[in-house]
């Protein structure tokens, strides 16, 4: 009976599942963006101002690993571990961050991303004792 308890202590409640799946999905799409600027590093940004051409091969590896660790620590939480929450807050906070540099190339997209963002944040911390 006992052993029992212990089990269904660590399993997670359906707000972190449903975190871990928003860390899954935000982590491999930040890989994904990562990848395509990474193999497409040449941008052309046709604004108000003229036109910008940059080179995002950098900014396309930060994304890359920073999805990737994103996307790992979703799939810690849906294993229960009890410092997931503390890496996807850290992580989520810096991907919010980092989405910043997106806002001249894809300002839709980073937009989103930081929401998702901020909405994990809010439900990892808010529900921390469940």
Known sequence: ???????SER???GWTVFTGVLLLLIGS???????AAI?????V???????LVADVTLWGWVHLILGS??????MMLFAGSPTAR???VFFVTINAIAQIVWFPLAPLWAFLIILL???????????WDE
Do not use: C, K
């Open 86 to 88: 503390i890496l996807a």
């Open 29 to 35: 799409l930040d890989a994904l963006w990562g990848l």
């Open 11 to 13: 399993q997670p409640s």
């Open 39 to 43: 193999l497409n590093s040449d941008v």
């Open 117 to 127: 963002d901020v909405t994990i944040i809010y439900q990892l911390t808010a529900r």
């Open 1 to 7: 009976m006992e052993g029992s308890r212990r089990a």
């Open 69 to 74: 660790i994103v996307a790992i620590t979703g």
């Open 45 to 51: 940004v046709v604004g108000g101002h003229g036109v």
